[in-house]
């Protein structure tokens, strides 16, 4: 309530799903391996929305449904790497009232393959003038000597999906194929999905790209500025506790309007008190940190 009142209406558009284990929290002598946080991420909005701890002896999956009951996902599309492509996970969204792109690798064997056989059929007629047309868009980013390009389909035709029934709201498939090229090497990488919006290639691209938020301005955030990795709290209500409080502190340092790091912002405020406390409203400080 405290962030939602700080934060305003949010009007989410995507969140995406994804956890990180806390290295450190391991306890050998208990029989503990690391915490794993599952965390609901609103991209446009950089704030982290909720968080539910996996039990000791499970991972991220048995947390997502835990944590999907926990979110007004009306009009939202929600993004999950391929641990969470499951059937009662786009159920639950569905019913919800949003949307999901769940990326699919080799644990759905079956669906990987007929999207895998739809992809190459489809663009196979549209070389030889056939079929379809696709809906495909490019992106290239050029950065510290690497060069990126990336090609994004998506495909309406279900036709050759089977079970395709099963998976509710199931609208659309989509490919991302990327090529990546640093000192003159060059790998490839194709990725597939499932929508239950119909998005254009370029909105699917946009959605591919901006999942990956919870990583780059969530999880090495919490690393890189505030140890979450080197954190030896090993109590696991505590180690919960004070993953949410991380979250939390930097939800509202990203909010601070300043361009400066983290690191000091962290210092300002802990040296600063009225700098703090226009942090924890929420409002802007005249002059400069």
């Excluded at 009232?97 to 196979?124: H, R, S």
């Excluded at 790091?261 to 409002?283: H, P, W």
């Amino acid at each position: 309530r405290w962030l939602d009142t700080t934060s305003g209406t949010l009007g989410l558009k995507q969140i995406a799903i994804d956890g990180k284990a806390l290295c450190g929290s391991a306890d050998r002598a208990a029989g503990l391996g690391p915490l794993m946080l599952v965390s609901a991420w609103a991209v446009e909005n950089r704030i982290t929305l909720g968080q539910v701890a996996a039990d000791d002896k499970s991972n991220e999956i048995a947390a997502i449904p835990e944590l999907l009951k926990l979110l007004d996902l009306k009009g939202a599309l929600v993004t999950i790497d391929a641990a969470g492509c499951q059937r009662k996970f786009a159920e639950q969204i569905v019913s919800g009232g949003g949307d999901y792109a769940l990326a699919v690798k080799g644990n759905q064997p079956k669906l990987l393959e007929d999207i895998q056989t739809a992809t190459t059929e489809a663009v196979d007629n549209a070389a030889a003038g056939v079929g379809q047309a696709l809906d495909c868009h490019e992106t290239l980013d050029t950065s510290r000597g690497r060069v990126e390009r990336r090609h994004y389909t998506v495909l309406d035709d279900l036709s050759g999906v089977r079970g395709r029934e099963k998976w509710a709201g199931l609208t659309a498939l989509g490919v991302c194929y990327s090529e990546r090229t640093i000192a003159g090497e060059t790998s490839c990488t194709i990725r597939y999905y499932i929508l239950s919006r119909r998005l254009t290639a370029a909105e699917f691209g946009r959605a591919c790209r901006q999942h990956w938020g919870i990583e780059n301005e969530l999880h090495w955030q919490l690393d890189v500025t505030f140890g979450a990795d080197a954190s030896r709290i090993q109590n696991r209500v505590g180690c919960e506790n004070f993953g949410m409080l991380r979250r939390l502190a930097l939800a509202l340092l990203k909010r601070q309007p300043y361009e400066r790091g983290m690191k000091c912002k962290r210092l300002a405020a802990a040296v600063d008190t009225d700098f703090l406390e226009q942090i924890l409203l929420g409002t802007p400080k005249l002059g400069k940190v």
